[in-house]
């Protein structure tokens, strides 16, 4: 298998960060594109238009040879950017489609920005671009076509490539599995999937996101009375909704350990995922665990690292992410109140399956209810999550290569204890594709909160090993 020129790729890339990738990713940034979840009213706003528009327009001044560049819109679904460039003339059809993952759209600003920061005003400082969607993810619009120049540009090959932008990832991609199948006869056999909206633990090697979980939510509320009542008369005679609502948790999760009890929310896991977990540790002892705010004199969920990456990433979790029918304590009365509710968010292994989990939880929280209270669920929610293919021997090889040449130190993987929609979704389309999941996020990006901000180097690193893997694809 032949490779690209690593010093023409390097410079390619460079270059166009410089000179035409960051001037345009800055002016991304002063664009609120909020994700539909988040602006209602996206159609009359605009913004997300304004966002597809302004990268279309980069997108143009390109010019690859004989490539189509489109923006696809369904009726009342956020739209969609496609960048369609031909094969290089030395590839075989059969080498298939490459598709390039990014989103433009965003989380909401948030208050809290640093002195001189804001979530529209870009500012590069100390080699990092800050502002939102400059780390998640609308770099990867540019990355993936810089990756294309640069490959051609080494008189490497690629195969079909298409760039697809979507505009609600951050609303979980509501949208995307209607674009897919419409778009299916275009896009062909996708051989090979780059997704550019993760990252990894540090910023001196490339970090492959392995494995996603996926995810059950429920919100449940449980009655006892049909108004509240005064709790010194009450108490005693009628239960506590909190109490038992409790008790029901209790049948799901050990609050003891934190273990979810029911079998349909476990797996085994991977024998390949348990080593790269053992690697990953190895790489930044105690990392993970320090990695978080904890309060002061507070301890992680356990002293292992390698247990903790397994808790976050095989291992189903319950987060209580919402609650109602409980008062401010400053305005809380000596009242039984009439009900509880709690919304549960339940993280679940990569290959465990979403339905029977959320079917388990429903029957263990409304059945036998003490007391004969009444149970009522709603806001229900399950996604699958994601495991990736074995490498194929090509791309097993290439990141071995751009590990040496591009970063000088050897890859890692991480299991992501979030989600990424798509990646799901195009892993039950698309079973015979290759995946390399990854990105220029960091421990200390900053995604969805304060100062969210994309470190420059690790972003153009990122660019250079896509360009050397599109290579290693067409070559086989």
């Not at 992501?416 to 799901?424: K, Y």
């Amino acid at each position: 298998m032949g490779h690209v020129e690593q010093n023409s790729v390097h410079n390619t890339v460079r270059g166009l960060w410089a000179d035409d990738i960051l001037p345009s990713l800055c002016g991304l940034v002063e664009i609120p594109a909020l994700s539909p979840v988040f602006d209602s009213e996206w159609q009359q706003s605009g913004q997300l238009e304004a966002a597809v528009e302004h990268v279309r327009g980069w997108l143009n001044a390109r010019q690859f040879p004989g490539a189509t560049i489109e923006v696809v819109r369904l009726p009342g679904r956020s739209p969609v950017l496609l960048l369609d460039v031909p094969a290089t003339e030395d590839v075989s059809p059969d080498a298939g489609t490459v598709l390039l993952y990014g989103h433009l759209d965003k989380q909401p600003p948030v208050g809290g920005w640093s002195e001189g920061l804001g979530p529209w005003s870009p500012v590069v400082r100390d080699g990092r671009l800050y502002g939102r969607g400059s780390a998640d993810d609308g770099y990867a619009g540019y990355a993936a076509a810089a990756a294309l120049s640069a490959v051609r540009a080494a008189g490497g090959s690629h195969a079909r490539a298409v760039v697809l932008l979507e505009t609600g990832e951050e609303s979980g991609s509501p949208d995307l599995p209607a674009y897919l199948e419409q778009l299916a006869e275009r896009l062909g056999r996708v051989t090979f999937v780059v997704c550019l909206d993760s990252g990894g633990n540090d910023y001196q090697r490339l970090w492959l996101t392995t494995s996603l979980r996926g995810m059950v939510q429920v919100d449940v509320t449980v009655r006892v009375l049909e108004s509240a009542q005064h709790s010194g008369l009450a108490s005693g005679v009628v239960p506590s909704s909190f109490r038992i609502l409790r008790s029901l948790l209790d049948r799901v999760e050990d609050a003891g350990t934190g273990q979810i009890l029911l079998d349909e929310f476990n797996v085994e896991i991977p024998a390949n995922r348990r080593a790269e977990t053992v690697a990953t540790a190895e790489v930044a002892p105690g990392a993970t665990a320090k990695a978080f705010p904890l309060a002061a004199g507070m301890r992680p969920a356990a002293e292992d690292e390698v247990e903790l990456l397994l808790n976050n990433s095989w291992r189903p979790t319950l987060s209580v992410i919402g609650g109602a029918g409980l008062p401010d304590p400053a305005e809380a009365g000596n009242v039984l109140r009439d009900a509880t509710t709690l919304a549960l968010s339940f993280r679940l292994p990569p290959t465990a399956d979403s339905a029977a989990a959320l079917s388990a939880v429903r029957k263990v929280l409304t059945t036998d209810v003490p007391y004969g209270a009444t149970v009522e669920l709603s806001g229900l929610e399950q996604a699958d999550g994601w495991n990736a293919p074995e490498a194929a021997p090509w791309l097993a090889d290439g990141l071995e290569r751009v590990s040496e040449q591009v970063f000088g130190a050897p890859w890692r993987s991480v299991g992501l204890g979030g989600s990424i929609p798509f990646m799901g979704l195009l892993g039950e389309k698309y079973p015979e594709a290759q995946f390399l999941v990854t990105g220029a996020l960091g421990p200390d990006s900053n995604a969805h909160v304060p100062d969210e901000w994309l470190h420059l180097d690790q972003a153009q690193r990122v660019t250079e090993a896509v360009a050397h893997l599109l290579h290693a694809h067409a070559r086989g």
